[in-house]
């Protein structure tokens, strides 16, 4: 029996009154009311005609409910498929008729807008599921017997589908089976030292990688307590720190707690641990974070299509601007463009082997085989180098590689440039259009105050003074904020669509 649902139930806590997981508001659910509540909406998803394999997609909001009928997919040997809330009508349609899945829970603001499209694409059911646990879901599952077996499944049958953020052309379903998810949980919750005295600071959304396997699945596997918030809000996780241990984040969460005058060495004396991922984490936020709280963020590297890849150690230096080793029973190697490794201190991209690599994107067999080295390496599209140390620094995505004038230029190295300029708080390097180059050097620029305010020029003179010529930004834009996914990654192509005329003829 290797359905994830099993393995995470046989760590659930011996004594099932034992709280995992409480709202803000005053909802607490016990470790036995997760086994009864998934039991029941699974019973309906059943009543439903859900089969092993069947996919189930959502399009909810986050909610303690949301995470039982996660569960409860689990349970059926169905496939879960949830989809980021951001996506509008058009986009979920696409996504329905791509994955077809036999069930689609929704808001019940958008019943109608979805219902429709969910009629289109053959759905057999829609039911409803609100932010405070109201709609059909819940109220169809109530009276029914929870007593459901847990389907048996193998380690490669598919146990979620997550569509990829896809900034390039459609956005792709990376198929991740249950032996991906178990395995890579386990490895998580003993890197990290999970142990049920835990209590994790929940306020990631529900719809990714990062807050429904990586946060939901260490802290079920070790037994401990979740403070589940709906969204992330730094007065509401300042309150919840001196009754927490853990808190995993995107750097966002850092950079706005590092706002707040609350955080302190005081308020943070109970925790034990800060996790950051999902985007890179400047060094500037893990060196205020520690000076202010003493606590040296932790941060880790993955990807949707693989899991966790990379970690910082729990007992060991933690570098900043670094995502530290890859984890226990993963092989990474730095490789050029044919997939030959290349020697320690080399900058590549980053490929990866192991049990936590999924199964390939959903129907589209040539589009896997492209991503796929013959010996089994995944090339993950991010550039990356080891250091004399071991620990690896990601330096980029392949895709935003500059090449000017025939030379390679990363951004990552001018961006880190650029961030210590007096006057700037964040930057971001692309590369445009040119008529001579083929691609210039840009820089997008937040300031971060100080007077008088830093200037293009001076931004191109410290870059001079450090940088060959070809890698100093031809030219440089002030931007009041950068554009950022939900996850916290910083929307480039957004960048290059804004600026793509900036050295055409009439810029
Ligand atoms: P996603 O599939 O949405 O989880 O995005 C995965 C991508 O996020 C990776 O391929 C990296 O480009 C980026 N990423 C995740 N964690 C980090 C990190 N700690 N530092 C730099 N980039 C990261």
């Not at 059911?125 to 609100?130: E, R």
């Not at 198929?175 to 994790?200: E, I, P």
């Not at 060196?287 to 202010?292: G, I, K, Q």
Request: glycine letters at 10%; charged letters at 20%.
């Amino acid at each position: 029996m290797t359905n994830l649902y099993d393995l995470l139930r046989q760590h659930f806590p011996a004594d099932g009154h034992r709280t995992a997981l409480e709202t803000p508001d005053g909802q607490r659910m016990r470790y036995a009311d997760l086994e009864t509540g998934s039991g029941r909406i699974a019973r309906l998803l059943m009543d439903c005609g859900v089969e092993p394999g069947d996919r189930v997609a959502a399009q909810i909001e986050k909610s303690p409910e949301a995470l039982l009928l996660y569960l409860a997919v689990l349970r059926c040997g169905a496939v879960y498929l949830p989809l980021n809330t951001a996506y509008k009508g058009a986009e979920v349609a696409y996504f329905l008729s791509d994955a077809e899945p036999r069930v689609l829970v929704c808001t019940p603001e958008n019943e109608a807008v979805l219902g429709d499209a969910a009629r289109k694409t053959g759905v057999g059911s829609l039911l409803t599921l609100g932010e405070a646990g109201n709609g059909s879901l819940v109220e169809r599952s109530r009276g029914l017997d929870p007593q459901v077996g847990i389907v048996a499944r193998d380690g490669d049958d598919l146990a979620a589908i997550l569509y990829t953020s896809g900034t390039t052309g459609r956005s792709k379903g990376a198929m991740l089976s249950h032996a991906n998810l178990g395995s890579n949980s386990l490895t998580l919750r003993d890197y990290w030292g999970f142990t049920g005295d835990d209590v994790l600071i929940h306020a990631l959304p529900i719809f990714h990688t990062h807050g429904l396997f990586v946060a939901t699945h260490c802290a079920l596997l070790s037994g401990s307590r979740m403070l589940f918030l709906n969204r992330f809000d730094a007065d509401a996780v300042l309150d919840l720190m001196p009754r927490a241990t853990v808190l995993m984040g995107v750097p966002t969460f850092y950079t706005r707690l590092l706002q707040n005058p609350a955080l302190t060495k005081e308020s943070t004396r109970q925790m034990r641990l800060f996790i950051s991922g999902s985007a890179p984490l400047l060094a500037d936020t893990f060196e205020a974070f520690e000076a202010r709280t003493g606590h040296a963020i932790l941060e880790r590297y993955g990807m949707t299509e693989t899991t966790m890849i990379t970690s910082n150690p729990l007992v060991g230096k933690r570098i900043a601007g670094t995502v530290g080793f890859a984890l226990p029973s993963i092989d990474v190697r730095i490789a050029d463009e044919e997939g030959r490794p290349l020697p320690q201190g080399e900058v590549g991209v980053l490929e990866v082997k192991g049990p936590n690599v999924f199964r390939g994107y959903w129907r589209q067999p040539e589009k896997t085989a492209t991503e796929f080295r013959s010996d089994g390496f995944f090339v993950t599209g991010d550039v990356a180098m080891i250091d004399e140390g071991g620990y690896i620094h990601i330096v980029g995505r392949a895709k935003d590689l500059i090449i000017s004038g025939g030379f390679n230029v990363y951004p990552k190295e001018i961006e880190l440039c650029i961030d210590q300029i007096e006057g700037v708080q964040e930057s971001a390097v692309i590369g445009v259009p040119h008529p001579d180059f083929g691609e210039a050097v840009v820089a997008v620029v937040k300031r971060g105050g100080g007077q008088p305010e830093v200037t293009a020029e001076a931004i191109q003179a410290a870059a001079k003074a450090e940088l060959a010529n070809f890698k100093v930004p031809k030219k440089v834009f002030f931007v009041d904020e950068l554009p950022r996914n939900t996850m916290g990654k910083i929307q480039k192509n957004l960048l290059r669509d804004r600026f793509k005329d900036s050295f055409s003829s009439a810029a």
